[in-house]
């Protein structure tokens, strides 16, 4: 837990609002309670997110949930009503000790969102997450999360029947897309949820 204070102490020097949560089940319960009951929630394609096992109870609240992994037919239309929701959930590729959130995406979606659309987001951050810095970040990023993200997919890249990142040109190449978010977006709501467990990727 003590990497994970460190951590929050520099993401709220920054001006993020930070919350730290022991266990996933604790940031199932502060997520929702930051959601308003009606409320349309996107969220991003994101094993965390999934795992938190969270739609049920949204349900519960009247909340409509935009979220392209329940319907992958309508993808294309979903990602777009996800990035205007009233609240984004979704995770982040890596965060480094210094505070910044490095992501890479496929298509986009998930990163735009996160920084403009959505009215607020919510980033959970599990323990695996965390890098030393920017470069052992896309390492992490493109050495672990990726390749086991398109090996859930079934994509065909090199990476998925591999393991290792080839900077591949396929069709199904996931790493188009790189963003990094070093301070607060301009007038958002920026909540980072610490979560001292291993989730996701």
Do not use: Q
């Not at 009951?37 to 394609?45: A, D, K, L, R, S």
């Not at 519960?60 to 309508?74: A, F, G, I, Q, R």
């Not at 190449?173 to 989730?199: A, K």
């Amino acid at each position: 837990m003590e990497k994970l204070e460190l951590l929050a102490k520099v993401l709220e020097r920054k001006g993020f609002r930070v919350a730290l949560c022991e266990t996933r089940a604790e940031a199932r319960e502060l997520l929702l309670s930051e959601i308003n009951e009606g409320e349309t929630v996107g969220i991003g394609g994101s094993v965390t997110i999934r795992e938190l096992d969270i739609l049920d109870a949204l349900s519960e609240k009247d909340c409509t949930v935009h979220w392209h992994w329940l319907s992958m037919e309508n993808a294309f239309e979903i990602r777009k009503l996800a990035g205007n929701s009233d609240v984004y959930l979704c995770s982040s590729n890596a965060v480094t000790e210094t505070g910044e959130l490095v992501n890479i995406d496929g298509t986009g979606n998930r990163v735009a969102a996160m920084f403009y659309g959505p009215g607020r987001s919510i980033v959970v951050v599990s323990k695996n997450k965390i890098a030393p810095d920017f470069t052992a970040a896309v390492n992490r990023i493109k050495e672990l999360a990726c390749p086991k993200n398109a090996t859930r997919l079934g994509l065909d890249t090199p990476c998925a029947k591999t393991g290792v990142c080839s900077d591949c040109s396929s069709k199904s190449r996931m790493c188009n897309v790189m963003t990094v978010i070093s301070n607060p977006p301009g007038g958002r709501d920026f909540y980072i949820v610490l979560v001292n467990e291993d989730m996701g990727y």
